[in-house]
């Protein structure tokens, strides 16, 4: 039985805990949060930094009629999220902590295989980085397979 038989959105916490562990000895402290964690939560009002992880959807890899089984890949955006006063104009020192940060994120996730996955996690094409009053957003997108069976 795989992750998503019990939770379809299972790998959130997995991601979550690997990221925690794997930037645990960043300065300053980067959090690791969920989409829950940003509901309501205004742009001036954001932790920064941190690394912000969001289900994008999934899409079928294999599915067979005659199964009650079908493999899927979810794809999972972890968001870079930064902020930084020195250049508010520029933003040369936000993306500059974005960078640092996005170099660990891929470190940690990239190949990296969480429970109920059926291979390593591989980096793929990500929606455009973005720059809004002093914030930088870089986001990654990873993709997992894995194999959801109904009873």
Known sequence: MSAADENFLA???LLIARLSAQLA???????IMSAADLAGVSEDQQTTPAVQIVYRGYRVVESNHSSN???????????????????????????????????????ALMGHRLVGTS?????????????????????????AELTVTTA
Request: charged content about 25%.
């Open 69 to 107: 089984s079908v493999r899927i890949e979810q794809t999972w955006l972890a968001v870079v999220a930064t902020r930084n006063a020195k250049s508010l104009r520029t933003g040369e020192a936000a993306r500059t902590d974005a960078g640092i940060i996005t170099r660990r994120v891929l470190q």
């Open 119 to 143: 291979k390593p996690l591989r980096l793929a094409d990500a929606p455009e980085a973005a720059y809004s009053a002093g914030y930088q957003y870089l986001p990654l997108a990873f993709v």
């Open 25 to 31: 000895d960043l300065q300053p402290k980067v959090k």
């Open 11 to 13: 790998l959130e916490p």
